[in-house]
């Protein structure tokens, strides 16, 4: 059993940065990869980033150049720098991690914050 409590989100005008953070806790032993993904009104949810426990990072390539996902592994937290936002960039962003625990593998998704890039 995972839990994500994400934090971070807020009002932001274009050009502007915020960093996002979700912190797990529960019965893991070793967190595989963790990630972002967004979901706007009226989109489907889409993946921003992920990022492997030995730190391979994958990025959609609407974010390429201005956000970066890192990792916190003694932590367990992983963190989203957004920088340049965009007003396309509003929506709600979910964390999401996934691990195997030797016989299956799992996943589990925080509840969401929002970002809204206006000015």
């Known amino acids: 059993q995972a839990q994500l409590v994400e934090s971070g989100g807020g009002l932001v005008q274009p050009g502007g940065s915020l960093r996002l953070s979700c912190a797990v806790s529960g019965t893991i032993f070793s967190i595989d990869v963790m990630g972002w993904y967004r979901q706007a009104p009226g989109k489907q949810r889409e993946l921003v980033a992920t990022i492997t426990r030995a730190g391979t990072t994958n990025y959609a390539d609407s974010v390429k150049g201005r956000f970066t996902i890192s990792r916190d592994n003694a932590k367990n937290t992983v963190f989203l720098q957004m920088n340049s936002l965009k007003p396309e960039d509003t929506a709600v962003y979910y964390c999401?991690?996934?691990?195997?625990?030797?016989?299956?593998?799992?996943?589990?998704w925080g509840q969401g914050t929002q970002v809204t890039v206006s000015s």
């Open positions: 999401n991690v996934g691990w195997w625990d030797g016989r299956k593998w799992n996943d589990a």
